[in-house]
């Protein structure tokens, strides 16, 4: 049983930084990857990050450069450092893991999000 909890959303003026984390917890047997999604309002729920356990990372086109997506194994926590954040990231952000658990049965859990609201 895993659960994950995402902190350090909050208000930030445009070119600024947020660094998000999403700490797991529960049973883990392994962990396949772990990444971010946002979803702002009105619109569908897209991938901005992900890291996979061998640490090779993946972004989206738009938050290239930008973010920085990184893992601590040993606190099973996954962090998204956002940087020269702009209007459009406003978004709800979203942990997600893709792990396997108790028989080895690969499950995917979410968080709850956390809102990011960048002014401009």
């Known amino acids: 049983q895993v659960q994950l909890v995402e902190s350090g959303g909050g208000l930030v003026q445009a070119g600024g930084s947020l660094r998000l984390s999403c700490a797991a917890s529960g049973n883990i047997f392994s962990i396949n990857f772990m990444d971010w999604y946002r979803q702002a309002p009105g619109k569908q729920r897209d991938l901005v990050a992900a890291?996979?356990?061998?640490?090779?990372?993946n972004y989206a086109d738009n938050v290239k450069g930008r973010f920085t997506i990184s893992r601590d194994n040993a606190k099973n926590t996954v962090y998204l450092q956002m940087n020269s954040l702009k209007s459009e990231d406003t978004a709800i952000y979203y942990c997600?893991?893709?792990?396997?658990?108790?028989?080895?049965?690969?499950?995917?859990?979410w968080g709850q999000g956390t809102q990011v609201t960048v002014s401009s």
């Open positions: 997600h893991a893709d792990y396997r658990g108790r028989l080895g049965v690969r499950t995917s859990s």
């Open positions: 890291i996979t356990n061998d640490g090779s990372t």
